[in-house]
């Protein structure tokens, strides 16, 4: 299974970035996916997830209402649109296979992304 993340970068509060995921080596319709991230001395914490049909997502309450996380199954591919970004949110973000749509654990974890938010 490889997972590649990519979209990370520089953006200043308040701006907007979108992550996308490229899942290959798996029958990506079995799985739901996550996102996680991981600020500088700090554990890896779940951002979000999506069903594997896409209908439904589920978000930690710190990045409701500012983040999406939306999948293309034909694409293979899982994104991660923040908007509102805020300092707090710097973060290296990993996209994640999950056991199942309401579990928080990582089957298979992609490399991570890098996003840096300025003040």
């Known amino acids: 299974v490889q997972l590649q993340a990519s979209g990370g970068g520089l953006v200043q509060a308040g701006g907007s970035l979108r992550l996308s995921c490229a899942a290959s080596g798996l029958v990506f319709t079995n799985y739901a996916m996550g996102w996680f991230r991981q600020a500088p001395e700090k554990g890896r914490e779940f951002v979000g997830a999506i069903r594997r049909s896409g209908g439904s997502t589920r978000y930690t309450d710190s990045v409701k209402g500012r983040f999406t996380i939306s999948r293309d199954n034909a694409k293979n591919t899982v994104d991660l649109q923040m908007n509102s970004l805020k300092p707090e949110d710097t973060a290296v973000y990993y996209c994640?296979?999950?056991?199942?749509?309401?579990?928080?654990?990582?089957?298979?974890w992609g490399q991570g992304t890098l996003v840096t938010v300025s003040s």
């Open positions: 994640a296979q999950l056991l199942y749509f309401a579990s928080n654990t990582a089957t298979n």
